[in-house]
Structure formats: structure tokens, C-alpha cells
T-cell receptor, first 113, second 111 residues
């Protein structure tokens, strides 16, 4: 299996621009998670899906952030408009079940200037 | 607010020594406990998970869980320089819930 795939791996953009991060989970995994990691705050859960349905989005920082999962093999995290404080590494992870471990993708390093 | 606390470190140990990493959590309903290792610039990868009180061993790694004290630890025996990384403790409350991560402890193993 190819593991969790994320794109792009690096993104540099200017404040105010729209940013779209993409994730392909491991085939057969019913859960998909979006995390953000910074030095100050560590690894924070933003939102997670079960069978393509958002279950908990309480970690989404504000309305500028949105996430979708149109099918079992694809999810997007969108930031519009982006701000410098959004600079972080964004990880996508997937899991086959509720008690199973999560497998992380390589992450997207976002820099908002 | 459910919290997972770890000392940020760095924890420095010589090669061959035992490294002890500790984690406390606030939610008494927590049921599953995980240790992830994260090398600089890489994504977290699972080392071990533990569900029941006591010890669980896997090679050089031992996870210890004490639910009464809300405490989980990871012991690394015969530490190697390749073990130098940040170790993340993660806790899950139960079915259908997400992992809550600590901020991690940085381990440095000197040769």
C-alpha cells in the first residue's frame, strides 16, 4: 500500500490567498483526520471524518478553514483567506477503525507570507 | 479541556542507557494510549499502543500504563543514537473519538 498521500508537500503563498491541501487516505480506512502541527501548540486535531461524514470539527480554528471529503479516497482542507499565523505543517491521517492506530501522511508544509 | 502533558525535554541519555519518557492525561475516561516517534521533518509513526494497566513489551520498548494515576510511560532499553527523535504520547477516549496528542518529549542519545 502507498500509505497516506498528501499534496502539495510544500506550499508558499501570500496572505489573503486561498490554499487547498489534499489527502488520499489508505484504501479501506474509514476514518480520516486533519491535524496541524506548530512548535508552540504541538499537534492539534482540526477535524475528522468517518465514512466521509464530518464527526468533529471543533478544532477548526475559524470560518476561514473548511474541509470536505467527497468520497472515500479524497479529502481537502481549504484556507480562505490565508494568514501568516496559518503557517504550520498540516498532516492527514487515516485509520481503519475506532480502536486502531492512525497512519500519518508526510505532511504539507505551509508558509504564508 | 482534555489534556495530555509531557515534559518537552530535551532528555539526554548516553548510548546503551535506558530512556524513560513520561506522560499524564486528564480524562479518566481515556481507554487507549499510544506512543508515536517523530523524526525532525518527518511525520509521526506509531511505536506502541497499550489498553490495559501494566506493562507491554515490544523489543527494546516497554509501555507502562497506570490508569489510577492517569500516567503512561515509555521505556527504551539500550538506547541508540537512531532513537534520537521527539516522542509523542497520544490518548483516545473511546469508540469513535480522535487522538489527543501531547506536545512531545525530545530525546537525544549520544554515542
Amino acid at each position: 500500500d502507498a500509505g497516506v498521500i498528501q499534496s502539495p508537500r510544500h506550499e508558499v503563498t501570500e496572505m489573503g490567498q486561498e490554499v487547498t491541501l489534499r489527502c488520499k487516505p489508505i484504501s479501506g480506512h474509514d476514518y480520516l483526520f486533519w491535524y496541524r502541527q506548530t512548535m508552540m501548540r504541538g499537534l492539534e486535531l482540526l477535524i475528522y471524518f468517518n465514512n466521509n461524514v464530518p464527526i468533529d470539527d471543533s478544532g477548526m480554528p475559524e470560518d476561514r478553514f473548511s474541509a470536505k471529503m467527497p468520497n472515500a479516497s479524497f479529502s481537502t482542507l481549504k484556507i480562505q483567506p490565508s494568514e501568516p499565523r496559518d503557517s504550520a505543517v498540516y498532516f492527514c491521517a487515516s485509520s481503519p477503525g475506532t480502536r486502531e492506530t492512525q497512519y500519518f501522511g508526510p505532511g504539507t508544509r505551509l508558509l504564508v507570507l | 479541556q482534555k489534556e495530555v502533558e509531557q515534559n518537552s525535554g530535551p532528555l539526554s541519555v548516553p548510548e546503551g542507557a535506558i530512556a524513560s519518557l513520561n506522560c499524564t492525561y486528564s480524562d479518566r475516561g481515556s481507554q487507549s494510549f499510544f506512543w508515536y516517534r517523530q523524526y525532525s521533518g518527518k511525520s509521526p509513526e506509531l511505536i506502541m499502543f497499550i489498553y490495559s494497566n501494566g506493562d507491554k513489551e515490544d523489543g527494546r520498548f516497554t509501555a507502562q500504563l497506570n490508569k489510577a494515576s492517569q500516567y503512561v510511560s515509555l521505556l527504551i532499553r539500550d538506547s541508540q543514537p537512531s532513537d534520537s527523535a521527539t516522542y509523542l504520547c497520544a490518548v483516545k477516549a473511546g469508540e469513535g473519538t480522535a487522538l489527543i496528542f501531547g506536545k512531545g518529549t525530545t530525546l537525544s542519545v549520544s554515542s
